[in-house]
């Protein structure tokens, strides 16, 4: 790299600027760009420089001398690496003009700091990589293309602020989520989940209860509500030690309110949520429902029906003629006991007309019977090592405790329970009040539900939404309203923008991995080549793939319109 005075003659006047050159990859040899320009001679003279010429010459000549007395390069304090994967999001939130309405809270509030660029920004960081927030403001902001205007005290306090009021921002976001795409409530999906906190001592909202990881560590329950494409559009936070039944109908009923959803909703749940008490809710407000129910505790007479032979079996096959499942069903009034009164627990026998279609798939079946091997397996050890009754554990299904005379229990594998597991492996019942839909229809119903489990594994994978080391309530909900956030986001990509031709895999792994390195001149690109990043290239006509990327092409990015 060197400098030299350059002139230009141009209408009779002499231009000066001080040029630059350096090697260039691209020409494979050297190139020049401008370092200062300087304006004429004519002018300097004017200004006293009676020679303007040799006056610059000596700027130039201390430039090279700085240049040559440099050591070499010196490592720096700053990471020249600049995180890119998060444009279609903030591309998203453009679109749905999410900042207009933020920007109404954040004025009738007195911030010293802007609410909207707190909210995206941590969104962001949240999807290109996901960390403590301590490790959030101090290493993955800073390499956003983008720097904030906020300190870490006053990301804690916008977090407890947007945690307190969590509502509003998921209301805000589903009004515009309809007004550019749509909701479809005539189906909706909701599960539960749980996250742990590595705490010694719980609060009123830290409790300890059933942990979804089998940890003893305090938890905080999360219900989650997906539209008939598995868009999120509720969340409800909760104590640990509460249950999910009557959550699934408090938050129902919130959203139904919050949003005004008139439609019919179809309630489609797992077996954690079928309660009788669910069921009755679903048709007190008009709703359907649509739920598995556990083939093993079935009555007797109702395990027949599921094991008999007969010729009612319908088979589903794919194009290689395999067997991927088969149904059969029934419709009939089938009995609930149902809670009349909360508070003594009083319950009463009704009857629903309901569709039950069993099913059969035989990889799960395959799958089951492993697992039911494999376990047996664990059993049969503990029994022959003469192991306590509190180490067998969930295994204590396939053992009897026999009590001898004047001596301590001794376990006997029950071979009969383990051969009706491997009876049932494979079978599952979905019961529903739609009497009318499909057999066929029913089934992709409810095998959808995959999607909100997805939901789930992306804020406690993808998102790292698990340990949480936040103390205040406010900041722990602000957290998971980020996390809530980022999943609504990601999702409208996935299904809104690519029609889900493309994996939340891939979508996730292009967010992380579009990352630019800053050069002297230009960014390096060191994203890993995908299908994904290939067909976004051609579709957004972005240049995604190129290895140097100019800074016109990275705000040409970063103002990319979806």
């Known amino acids: 790299m060197a400098y030299f005075l350059k002139q230009s003659h141009l209408k009779g006047r002499t231009y000066l600027s001080i040029v630059e050159s350096f090697y260039s990859p691209e020409k494979h040899g050297s190139a020049h760009r401008t370092y200062k320009s300087l304006a004429s001679v004519e002018t300097w003279k004017k200004k006293g420089i009676d020679d303007p010429i040799a006056h610059f010459q000596k700027e130039v000549d201390e430039l090279n001398a700085a240049h040559k007395n440099k050591k070499g390069l010196q490592i720096s304090d700053e990471s020249p690496e600049v995180y890119l994967g998060y444009f279609p999001y903030a591309s998203l939130l453009k679109c749905m003009d999410i900042k207009k309405y933020v920007d109404y809270l954040n004025n009738s509030n007195s911030f010293t700091f802007d609410l909207y ?43 407890g602020y947007i945690g307190n009021d969590y509502g509003k921002f998921i209301e805000i976001f589903n009004e515009q989520l309809d007004m550019v795409y749509k909701k479809e409530t005539d189906k909706t999906y909701f599960d539960c989940t749980n996250f742990y906190f590595e705490i010694d001592k719980q609060d009123d909202f830290r409790r300890k209860g059933p942990s979804k990881e089998s940890r003893k560590d305090p938890i905080v329950g999360m219900g989650l509500l997906l539209d008939a494409n598995q868009i999120p559009i509720g969340m409800k936070m909760f104590p640990g030690n509460q249950s999910e039944k009557p959550i699934m109908r408090d938050v129902v009923n919130d959203l139904r309110n919050t949003y005004q959803i008139n439609g019919r909703t179809i309630h489609v749940a797992d077996k954690g949520l079928n309660c009788a008490d669910n069921i009755a809710f679903a048709k007190e407000n008009g709703d359907g429902y649509l739920f598995s129910k556990s083939v093993k505790m079935l009555p007797e007479t109702e395990q027949t029906w599921v094991t008999m032979d007969s010729d009612d079996w319908e088979e589903v096959r794919d194009k290689e003629g395999h067997l991927v499942y ?3 069903s029934c419709v009939d009034q089938f009995p609930y006991n149902i809670t009349i009164d909360e508070n003594t627990g009083k319950k009463k026998i009704l009857m629903f007309k309901e569709k039950r279609v069993l099913t059969y798939n035989p990889k799960l079946a ?9 376990q047996a397996e664990k059993a049969r050890e503990l029994c022959y090592s003469q192991a306590k009754r509190s180490e067998f ?18 376990a006997k594998i029950n071979q009969e329970a383990i051969d009706k597991e491997r009876k049932l492996a494979g079978y599952n019942l979905l019961v529903t009040s739609e009497t009318k839909m ?3 229809e029913i089934y992709e119903t409810y095998h959808n539900l995959w999607r909100i489990e997805e939901s789930f594994k992306i804020m406690k994978s993808d998102l790292d939404a698990r340990p949480v080391f936040l103390q205040k309530e406010s900041t722990i909900k602000g957290h998971f309203l980020i996390c809530y956030l980022s999943v609504l986001l990601e999702r409208l ?18 967010t992380r991995e579009f990352r630019l390195v800053k050069g002297e001149s230009k960014y390096i690109n060191i994203t890993t080549s995908s299908r994904f990043i290939k067909e976004f290239a051609k579709l957004s006509k972005l240049p995604l793939t190129n290895y140097y990327l100019t800074e016109r092409q990275i705000k040409q990015i970063l103002n990319y319109k979806i």
């Open 117 to 159: 660029e707190l909210l995206s920004t941590l969104i962001f960081a949240r999807l290109v990589n996901p960390c403590s927030k301590h490790k959030t403001f101090h290493e993955v902001l800073p390499k956003l293309h983008q720097s904030v205007h906020y300190s870490y005290d006053q990301l804690l306090s916008g977090l």
């Open 393 to 410: 554990g969930d295994l204590g299904k396939y053992v009897d405790f026999i009590n001898e005379k004047g001596g301590k229990a001794k």
């Open 326 to 328: 088969k149904y059969k």
């Open 366 to 374: 395959a799958k089951k019977k492993y697992e039911i091997e494999k």
């Open 438 to 440: 499909s057999e066929r």
């Open 493 to 510: 990509l996935q299904f809104k923008v690519f029609n889900k031709e493309f994996s939340t895999y891939e979508i996730m792994k292009f």
